[in-house]
Nanobody
Framework: EVQLQASGGGLVQTGGSLRLSCAAS????????VGWFRQAPGRERERVSC???????VYADSVAGRFTISGDSAENSVHLLMNSLKSDDTAVYYC??????????????WGKGTQVTVSS
């Protein structure tokens, strides 16, 4: 069964850190571009970061320098390390895969979200 599972969300204070994980089963993450998205109440979904098939990384301006995406082939997972968290980072975070970071198929597979709440 093909599945993506996002985890690692929680409640953290402003300035704190969280590490999200996206674990895949039924397929190999290395064969796809992997993106992290987030959606806050009343806002459109935003792509936060993406890792291309050849290992390049892309970040939204709002998180560049604070978030780091990395892959773990042995675990068939991708992580998102989030540092210096702000209240604006509060959202449900999702991981998804596609053929490229342009997400031409609007995401071949999506994981269920994990809630990140940053308190001031």
């Amino acid at each position: 069964e093909v599945q993506l599972q996002a985890s690692g969300g929680g409640l953290v204070q402003t300035g704190g850190s969280l590490r999200l994980s996206c674990a895949a089963s039924g397929f190999t993450l290395d064969d796809y571009a992997v993106g992290w998205f987030r959606q806050a109440p009343g806002r459109e979904r935003e792509r936060v970061s993406c890792s291309t098939i050849d290992g390049r990384t892309v970040y939204a301006d709002s998180v560049a320098g604070r978030f780091t995406i990395s892959g773990d082939s042995a675990e068939n997972s991708v992580h998102l390390l989030m540092n210096s968290l702000k209240s604006d980072d509060t959202a449900v975070y999702y991981c998804a895969v596609d053929y490229s970071c342009g997400f031409p198929k609007e995401g071949l597979y999506w994981g269920k979200g994990t809630q990140v709440t940053v308190s001031s």
